[in-house]
């Protein structure tokens, strides 16, 4: 991990993502974290944790910024390829554990691609 020191927001940002599998919303964290921490702080170290290869994040539906858990990603080289579900009636987003395959383009690199699908999940689907 490339963060110098283990502050205690970067403690209690890890620990949420080591607790919880699923993608967690900017918004849920700042207002978890509300009386600990300010929004400044939780962006900077969700940055970070980025950058370091511990987190990745991706867009919602509605425009807010959706973290989780990196697989397999290292410092500046993200690996998890996979795209992210969000439920259009009650707003849940996850990773899907499903590989894409990027395509190759002449005198291109691609070296960030996101793809959110929309539906419904299996909770709202039951209901």
Not at 29 to 50: A, P, W
Request: proline share 2%.
């Amino acid at each position: 991990m490339g963060i110098i020191r283990k502050t205690k927001s970067v403690a209690l940002l890890l620990d949420v993502f080591e607790k919880e599998s699923k993608a967690i919303a900017t918004t849920d964290l700042i207002k978890r974290f509300d009386t600990v921490l300010n929004k400044t702080t939780i962006y900077r170290v969700l940055e970070k944790l980025e950058e370091d290869g511990i987190l990745h994040s991706f867009l919602g539906f509605n425009g807010i910024k959706w973290y989780a858990k990196c697989k397999q990603c290292v410092k500046d080289n993200h690996t998890d390829t996979h795209p992210h579900f969000q439920c259009t009636s009650c707003g849940k987003a996850e990773c899907l554990d499903v590989t894409i395959a990027l395509p190759e383009f002449p005198d291109r690199e691609v070296v960030f691609s996101q793809l959110l699908l929309k539906g419904k999940c299996n909770t709202c689907l039951a209901n």
